[in-house]
């Protein structure tokens, strides 16, 4: 067996095939390797890298994103979230026994659906979707950014956000439907989401799979 020292004296291109051939075999027992996504990595391999960051902005005082697992403690998660404060400040219990309040309720039922490993009905395609679909890719689908479709009670409330691995995403910001009427709302809102991300996890950008597969679990496409 070759020791560390014969290892690290092998050829870059070696050791890259290596890496490849170790990132084969943990996705044959189904372990997922995390990837850099940002500008200085050229497609090495960093396991466990944005998961860390998340992490850390859960640990700060005060937090700036906060884990979400789902309102009823016996409830098993299947996916993970994390949340931006203002999402976390909205989806917290009480809520006012208002219409509002009811929305925002709701709002976080939605969320928990999602949590919990629901089946949902996911849109790839930003203009072909019907009405009732809980998960869509928001134009421009190059920018990785995702709603959460609250769509009861209407007019529903929309929930921004990004992958950041398969079965994690980080939703960071949430607007009544009623406020995003036209493109420069949509434009506006979608701007702001891409702002915390980078605010929040920057240099990391979003995740990007070459299928909805490789985004999430349990799902309808439509």
């Known amino acids: 067996m070759p020791c ?25 027992i189904g372990y997922r390797p995390f990837r850099f996504n940002g500008p200085l990595t050229s497609g090495v391999l960093t396991y466990m890298s944005i998961r860390d960051e998340i992490r850390d902005r859960a640990r700060e005082t005060p937090p700036r994103l906060f884990f979400l697992p789902p309102l009823i403690a016996s409830v098993a998660m299947v996916r993970e979230m994390f949340v931006s404060e203002e999402i976390m400040e909205a989806v917290q219990p009480p809520w006012p026994a208002t219409e509002e309040g009811r929305r925002l309720a709701q709002m976080r039922a939605y969320l928990d659906g999602w949590t919990e490993g629901r ?8 203009y072909r979707k019907p009405k009732a679909t809980t998960m869509a890719r928001i134009d421009p689908v190059e920018d990785e950014v995702f709603d959460i479709r609250c769509v009861d009670p209407k007019p529903g409330i929309r929930v921004l956000g ?5 079965d994690l995403f980080v939703a960071l910001t949430w607007n009544q ?13 979608i701007e702001r989401c891409k702002a915390a991300w980078r605010r929040l996890l920057n240099p990391y950008t979003p ?9 999430l679990s349990n799902f309808h496409p439509v």
């Open 177 to 189: 439907r009623e406020n995003l009427e036209d493109d420069k709302a949509w434009r506006d809102e």
């Open 162 to 166: 990004c992958f950041a691995d398969f």
């Open 4 to 28: 560390i020292y014969e290892l690290i004296c092998l050829p870059t291109s070696v050791l890259f095939s290596l890496i490849e051939f170790a990132e084969t075999l943990l996705g044959l």
């Open 119 to 126: 089946l949902i009905t996911v849109a790839d395609l930003p």
């Open 207 to 215: 995740f990007h799979g070459a299928s909805l597969n490789e985004y």
